[in-house]
Structure formats: C-alpha cells, structure tokens
C-alpha cells in the first residue's frame, strides 16, 4: 500500500504547493539525491497552519479522553500499515539498516498507544478535590479543584538519530497530542521522505477519528522556518531532541519573545561510566565487550552513548586490552548523513590532538569507533573534553577512585550516569554515586546507558546542558506533562466542571479528595 | 521575649558584620526613618552564604522526611513565639494594621505546618516503580525506578505586600525547603525587621533541628545583590513575588546565565471580574457591594485584586449607582511604602487621562479607591489600559456580552479570572467561560478573586505575564515541585535506593508499581 510521495508540507487536513524545491533527501551510503523534491513551506503555509492549530486549541483540549485515545492509536495502526513503506525509504534516507527502522516503527507505535491507555484511564490529569467549608469561622473555605490542562499549540522538531521514535510521530507529538495540544511538526532535512510517511498516517488518523482540522500539521522547510515557529505567539511550547548549538538556539529565541515559552530540548550528553576496582578486577574483559557493544549500537548515534568512563589507577590493563582490541578490530559503518561523519570524523581529530590525551585504537571508515585515555588531572585542565562527540568515541579517565566525588561536581549536566560495583564496593562508595546522581537524569546499576526503556518510571533528562530543562523527560509517561498546566477551579457548579472534577467522579480517576489519595 | 534588632544578614548560623549602613525602614505613615539600620552583604557574606548553601545541599536533600518536616514546624513554633514582636514591628514597617499582621503571621505558620506535613506523609515525591522482566524478548526489561528529588539552592526574593506570607518564611521559602532545597533569601527593602524577625526563626529553627549550617541565609542588600545572586552557579531556581518589572529582569538574568534555571516570578494581575445580564439584574447592588470589599481589601495592595470588570450595555445602572457611591464615600489608607503610593498615584492619573475612560469616582488621598469606565472598543484599542495598578482601582468595561469571548482572547495572562452569572447564564455561556479559562490559573464563580486558599486545589499562578511560568503555582500543596526534578534508579540494589523506592515501602507512601496506583 505505498502511495506516492508528494514533497509538500501537511497544513492540517490539505497539502502545501509546490514552489522552488530546495531541499531533498540524500542517501548517505551513496551520496545520491532521493526523489521527490521536498518543497519549503511558504509564509502563507507557515501561517495557515498556525491559524489552524490556533482554532483547534480549545476543540482538541476538550475532547474526551475516549476520543483522543482513539486518534493515539489510530496513528499507531497507519504507522503499522506504512511500516513497509517506512522500512525501504528509511533505509535510503538514513543509512540506518531495515531491521533498526521496523524496531523503531514498533517503539514509535508502542509509545503513542503507551500514551493512549494513559489518556483513557485519565489519572494522569492529577485532579484534586478540596470541598468547602461554608461555616469555617473567621472565613468560608470555597470549594477548589484542579487539574493538568494542555498548554495550546506545540512545536515539534525532528531528530536526525530518530527518524520515527523522536520524529514526526515520536515521543515529543505523542505526548503534546496526549496531553491535549495541537502539534506543528518541521521535519528534519536528512529524512523528509520518513516525514512524510508519518505525517500522512497522523492527518489520516485524525481525519478519520474526528478531530479537528489544525490538530497537526508538518511542516519542510529550513532554519528560518524552525525560528519563525518558534516565534509565533501561537505556539505555547517547543520539543526539540539534536545539538546544543540548535537547541540553545531555540531557547533564546522563545525566552526572547513578549510571552516567553517553555523549550523542552534534549541536547548533548556524554553519560559517564564508572568502573570500581573489585568489579573491574572481576570482570574486566566482559565489561570492556558491554562498554563496546553500548558505544558502537547504532553507529554511536544515541543519546545515551558512553563517551566518557572513569577507571581506578591500577588494575586496568586487562579492560584496556580487550576495548583496544575490539575497537581496532571495529569496523565503521554509514553515519547518518555527511554533516554527521564529518562532524564526527573532525571531533575525533580534535580529542586525539588534545593535551593529554593517548589514542588507544581508531578503527578505519566512516562511523569507526575510537577510544582515547587521559589522566584524571589532564581531564579536568580542559573543560572541552565534556564537549559530546556524536558517535562511537569514547574517552577513558584513569586515576584514584577518591578524586571521583570532586570531578562529578565539575562534570556539566548528563542524561545517564552508569555505575559498576560490586554490591560491597557500591555501598562503601556512596559519595561517589551520590555525586554522580547530582549530576545525572538516570543512574544505572552494572548496566549500560543506550537502550531507553518507555515506562512510567524513566527518566531521559537531566541537567542542562544535557537537557534545557532538567525537570523534565522526553521519553516514558510523564513526558505528557511538560505539555500541561494546572488550573483550579472556584465554586463552579458541577455541571459545569470538567468530568475529570464532577463529584461523582465519572470518569473514574485517581484523585486526591480533602488531602487523601482515593483508591 | 523580644531581641534587638541588629541590622546585619543571617549567614547560615552566623551574623554578618555591620558596614556603611545603606538601607532602613522606613514608617510610611509618618516617612520616619526606623532603627536599626540595616548593613547591605558585603561580596563576602554572598560568597559565604553560597557555600554554605553548597555545601548544606547534598546533606539538607538526604534528611529524612521525618527531620525535614521537624525543622518545618520548628519554624512555625518559632514564629508563634515572635508574634508580639513582629506585630509591634510590622505595623511600624508597612503601614498594615496590627491585625493583619497577626493574621498574615497565622497563614505563615499554617502553611509552614501543611508543607510539614506534606513532606512527613511523603507521597508527594511521586515514586514510580517498574519491576524487571529478565526473560523479556527480544531483550529484558530493566527494573526502573524514579522519583522528586530536590533541584539544589534557591534565592527568594521578598514581596513588599506580603511580608510574612509572601517573605522570608513565606512560601517559597517553605516550599522550598520543604522540598529540600537550601534557600538564600533577598530581604526586601520595605520590611527588613520583619526580615530580620523570621530570618531568626529559620536560624533557630535549623540549629535546633540538626539542620546543616548553610540550610538557610537571609541577606539585605540593594538591587545589585540580587543580581548577584541569581548570577551565582550554587543557585539552581528563584522565587519572586513582585512586579513585572523586576521579574522579567530576574529572568533575563537566568536566561543569559551559562547554566540557564528555572525562575518563578509571580508578577502582574488584574484579574478580569465578568457579571452576566442575570445575575446583573437580580442583585446588581449586592454585587457592587462584593466588588467594592473586594477592591479595597488591603488598600488594594493584592496580587487577586479585580482591576477589571466586564459589563453588560444595558441594565447596568444600579450596579453603577452603588459603586459609584461606595468609592466616593470609600477613605484612603496608607500604601505600603512611599513608593508603591506614588505610583498608585500615577497609575490612577494615567487612566484617568486615558482615551475613552470616564471616571466614575476616586476618593481623596493616599490609596484612595477610583474607578473607572471605558466602552469595549476603546478598551480593546489601548492594550496600556491591561497593565496592573496596584491599588484600589478598577476599570469597568461595558459592552455586548457577545463580544467577551474576542476581547478574552486579546488579554494578557491573569492569576484569576472571575464569572457572575445565575447557573442557567453559566451554562448558556460557555464560550464565554472557556475563552476566560484559557488566559488564567484559576476560574471563580459568583465569588471575588481576592483570598488565596492555602490547600493541595490552589492554583496561585497563570499564563506569562501574570507569572513568568504558567505552568506551577506559589500558594499550597504544588508548589513544592516547583523545585524538584525526577531522577531515574536503574536496576540498583534495594539496599541502595532512596528508602521512598525501597521494595518493602518502608516509609508507607502511595506509589504507581508497574503502572497501577497502590492504595
């Protein structure tokens, strides 16, 4: 069931025009120029589906649960009945392998029906209940309650590592549609073709369930298209997942405006690993092939890839021979687009050329792996060595376990911290994981940073720089409330409170009533 | 039992050192300079008050729940204990009445005890669990657990209106703490005895409590030392009540720091009051009466109060009959200092002088209630007239209630936004509610904005620029998170998990285990 690709923008429930092509996908293996032609929104287009997800701002925040739920999982099946169509234009846009693509339709479809199941059972909302006390002396205490409401329209910015799961139809749209806010989507340049398949599942999906027109929209264009969006007195908030450089961007550009909007973008992390002594005695080799098979997942583009481990002093030379090895033996593999190999390729000539640092092995092609090493003391004369390299490159830091705790404090913020310990070494060494935790959105116990489980209990955030706002995640189910507000409400008849307040409690949510959680 | 005032800051357990005395208060009814003076920081103290702050961060975040609402409620007790003293100094300091100090101080203590007791049930702190499954295809589930966890040091700055409630042990500070977060309060220039008073409490109240020493710091100091402060990398989030101005400079200043925070800046209101053709007709002078205690409240020196009231064309002669009189016969009060009543004075002038505005009545001298008229179209052609006066004005705007809807949709964010109607009008009207709903934080029927529960419903925040971050509140149970972030376990040892995620629940909190609420 493939359809033709058009190239033109997705305003609401029509297409953009044609106009004079600028952009177009790029087979990275190959260099070749993907057809069609992607076609840049123009200002009218820009306009129009900001007036439409304006007009649909109050309609899509108040329809039901049931009914939101409905279109999350709607998306979720077009997605599943475009997942041959994705699986063979992906691979050509992104160098990403057919198997990477299908699991990542299936992560994207788990998340918007993760999201569904939590608008339809409704607790999420937080509502709260405080009766009225007409009599209470010297005042009457009023009737009050509250709930997390949707912020109004949001803008949402692909990822270039995500072509799906943190794309048009990725985490930062299904939370915002979870939550109640219309979403305007700019697709990224390296893979409009995938843009446009997920865009047309979701404009379906809406069509089909009922809701109204400006609900979504997407949008090709460049960066003067990205900041003018942000701009928009319409848009109420920003997901954003790729560089510091643009997310910092997009930060002053909305602390700039005359109502300054929130930025929830996940920018650069290097997700340090500590190793202690016992267990890197233990099991140096099998720790050294675990660190290994983290960097070079998926070429080293995640997030989460360890590119910074800290080691003891002493025992290290079997870990260290075994990660050499591997890594020599490495083989790269195609980044996702030229920008990001030469990046890459450039970052990875910088860190060998730093003070201090000893290249211990880099692999031959593009996407090779690459690992460094560096003293405590050199690591901490040169606060660049935090900068992230975006790719399969890693940095070891050797030196006394004890300095640990007063580097942590130096370390800038980070999506992960990992920690390998014994259970003896983990409690003898609280300062250090304490510090670490400091520092981190997630710690991680014997384990290794990729790998993002979706459930309610992960956080993928952290301190900026490895998010703009460390209070919040982009990935499991509290990610719908970065889109929300609470709002209370005084006296107000029941009739015309929200079901999710109503006394007799309809919907049959969780709610806190007079400080008391209800079962 | 009263205590010289002696001037200087509070420096965790400590007192500053007295310098070239800059700052005293001042008796705004007699323009009296009072005794003490009072010493600005010196770069010193700061830099003191920051590492301590540092310092105590770690280890104030790690007491246990138990301790942390121990030290809460010492807090309280102490406050209790510095009633008298703080009820002769208050009047002295702010021109309000002694009764109202007494009462703010009431509502200080009570919040205190209700944070206490937030964070001794420990709920609050949103623990999540999701098991492990090993056995999991294509590969295991780790075991995630996650929860609040305190952001680090917080600067609070004072609000002149409030200087108990909204100051140094107000709320901010209580939530602050309560969340475990070191706090560094800026004194305001207006009430620095009182500063001093309950900045003494929380020092007590921390040694007694085994709190560590930089738990708490309490400086004066002019503008500069503000900035300073929020420059400081130790602070990790602000608290501000007060006006516009001086919050969107705070924010600035966070926005442009290396490491960007959080700011949240209760800033500007004028809480639209809207009375339906019905409810009009039925009790017009009633509501006039409501209008004008509303008003007048604390020489309208309130955050809730309604400077803006929304008319019929027709029927509105009695309404207008009523308040015209109660304004004419209403009396001045003293304003809080020089300032604030000079540019009440100004502001009333101002609109008088506007285009359109009729004045309806303006009593004589300090805080003297005025109030004006004006038809929709002239007001929704001078978008000046929607800046906040601060003091008893109100501007009442007539005109087809079918307009309303359009006219919300232009005004800036509000605290509150008010509807009078008869519960037939309510329900015919909802375009009109809901249009009000969308530019405020909390919705009031057939009542008036001032009075600001303290319970786990209050919203006390709304859309920029009402508050610099929509999506939280100052007043009750939520602002606690204002200051928190959630921080991720991966696959840690019981043993080593924070107890709130222990397996066994030892501290007995409600907890979402894989996805269901426990009871």
Same mark, same amino acid.
């Given at each position: ?19 004079? %092509? ?50 999350? &999982? ?52 937080? %509502? ?32 270039? &590592? ?74 109420? %908030? ?116 730093? &003070? ?81 935790? &400091? ?81």
């Amino acid at each position: 069931m493939t359809n033709t690709l058009q190239g033109t923008s997705i305003i609401g429930f029509s297409r953009g025009s044609e106009t004079t %092509a600028t952009l177009h996908g790029v087979n990275p293996a190959t260099g070749e120029t993907l057809e069609p032609h992607y076609y840049p929104a123009r200002k009218e287009e820009l306009a129009k589906s900001l007036e439409l997800a304006s007009k649909a701002a109050t309609p899509f925040a108040d329809t039901t649960p049931k009914k939101r739920a409905s279109f999350l &999982n709607a998306i979720a099946t077009e997605i599943e009945n475009s997942v041959d169509e994705l699986a063979t234009r992906g691979p050509l846009e992104t160098g990403l392998p057919e198997a990477r693509i299908r699991g990542e339709a299936g992560r994207t479809c788990g998340q918007l029906r993760m999201f569904a199941q939590l608008v339809e059972e409704g607790s999420w909302v937080n %509502a709260r209940i405080d009766h009225a006390i007409p009599d209470r002396t010297p005042l009457p205490k009023p009737d009050l309650r509250c709930m997390l409401r949707p912020l109004g329209p949001v803008a949402v910015f692909c990822a270039s &590592n995500f072509p799906l799961a943190f794309s048009t139809a990725g985490g930062d749209t299904a939370s915002a549609l979870a939550a109640g806010c219309p979403v305007i989507v700019k697709a990224h340049r390296s893979h409009p073709g995938m843009a446009e398949i997920a865009g047309r599942c979701i404009q379906k999906a809406a069509q089909d369930t009922g809701m109204p027109e400006g609900t979504f929209s997407l949008l090709f264009g460049a960066q003067d298209l990205g900041q003018a969006l942000v701009e928009a007195p319409v848009i109420q %908030a920003v997901g954003f997942t790729g560089s510091q450089s643009g997310g910092t961007a997009l930060m002053k550009i909305a602390a700039a405006r005359p109502q300054p909007i929130p930025v929830y973008a996940e920018m650069s992390s290097i997700n340090p690993v500590v190793i202690l002594p016992e267990v890197l005695a233990e099991k140096g080799e099998t720790l050294a092939e675990g660190l290994f098979g983290s960097l070079v997942l998926g070429v080293g583009q995640f997030c989460t890839n360890p590119g910074l481990v800290f080691l003891p002093e002493n025992g290290t030379e079997l870990f260290f021979k075994k990660i050499t090895e591997l890594v020599s033996d490495g083989a790269g593999a195609t980044m996702l687009n030229a920008g990001t190999a030469s990046a890459y390729q450039e970052r990875v000539k910088e860190l060998s050329e730093s &003070n201090g640092v000893t290249t211990l092995a880099l692999a031959d092609g593009e996407g090779a792996p690459a690992i460094f090493s560096i003293s405590q003391e050199a690591f901490t004369n040169d606060a660049s060595l935090q900068e992230e390299c975006f790719g399969p490159a890693t940095l070891i830091v050797t030196g006394p376990i004890e300095n640990l705790p007063a580097l942590f404090a130096k370390l800038e913020g980070q999506l992960t911290g990992t920690i390998h310990a014994t259970e003896a070494e983990l409690s003898a060494n609280t300062t250090i994981v304490r510090t670490l935790q &400091n520092r981190v959105g997630r710690l991680i116990f014997n384990g290794f940073p990729t790998g993002v489980e979706v459930c309610p209990s992960m956080v993928h955030g952290g301190p900026y720089p490895a998010t703009s706002d460390g209070r919040s995640t982009s990935v499991g189910t509290l990610a719908v409330e970065r889109f929300t507000r609470t709002i209370s409400w005084q006296d107000f008849p029941d009739s015309a409170l929200p079901a999710e307040l109503q006394e007799a409690n309809p919907l049959n949510i969780k709610r806190i009533v007079n400080n008391t959680h209800t079962s």
